[in-house]
């Protein structure tokens, strides 16, 4: 079974720029997140879709990032305009229905470097 | 609010010794407990949960965990550590009454051949 996938990998931008990442959650899996870790610390979630619709967007910084998951497959979120304090891992996971007890599987993530 | 502490930022062993990271836990409702390792550049790698039933759960790689609801603890143990069990350990917890899932800042394990 193939697992969650992620790109790129890793990315470096400037500050004021934009930038996306792209996640195709394991096939099947109908709950989608959206992490973001800071080195040193653990993985807080910013969003999490159910199908295509939003679940929980309460950690987003909304005035910048966004995320969408049209098709209820992959998803996408943006960064527009990019801070510093945006340097982080972006991992994405999904889970087969959302339920609490649901296992959620990560992908490999993508490791911003704001400059 | 539900909250997870790891008390310890670094556990070291010797191969072939106990390894146990500590993990402790605050949550309305009954918890559900899981345990990730993260290896350098890698996503975190599902070990085990605690959703009900009996207090030991055992996952991968040998690992196992204790839930002990009246210290409100969930520590991870494996009875003979490998070198390759050298990685980054989070602990998470999620309540009957939230679909957040909340991660502890993480754990690292060092075995020293």
Known sequence: EAGVAQSPRYKIIEKRQSVAFWCNPISGHATLYWYQQILGQGPKLLIQFQNNGVVDDSQLPKDRFSAERLKGVDSTLKIQPAKLEDSAVYLCASSLAGGRPDTQYFGPGTRLTVL | ?113
Do not use: M
């Open chain 2, 1 to 113: 609010a539900q909250s997870v502490a790891q008390p310890e930022d670094q556990v070291n062993v010797a191969e072939g010794n106990p390894l146990t990271v500590k993990c402790t836990y605050s949550v309305s409702g009954n918890p559900y407990l899981f345990w990730y390792v993260q290896y350098p550049n890698r996503g975190l790698q599902f070990l085990l949960k605690y959703i009900t039933g009996d207090n030991l759960v055992k996952g991968s790689y040998g690992f196992e965990a204790e839930f002990n609801k009246s210290q409100t603890s969930f520590h991870l143990k494996k009875p003979s550590a490998l070198v390759s069990d050298s990685a980054l350990y989070f602990c998470a917890v999620r309540g009957s009454n939230d679909y957040k899932l909340s991660f502890g800042a993480g754990t690292t394990v060092t075995v020293r051949a």
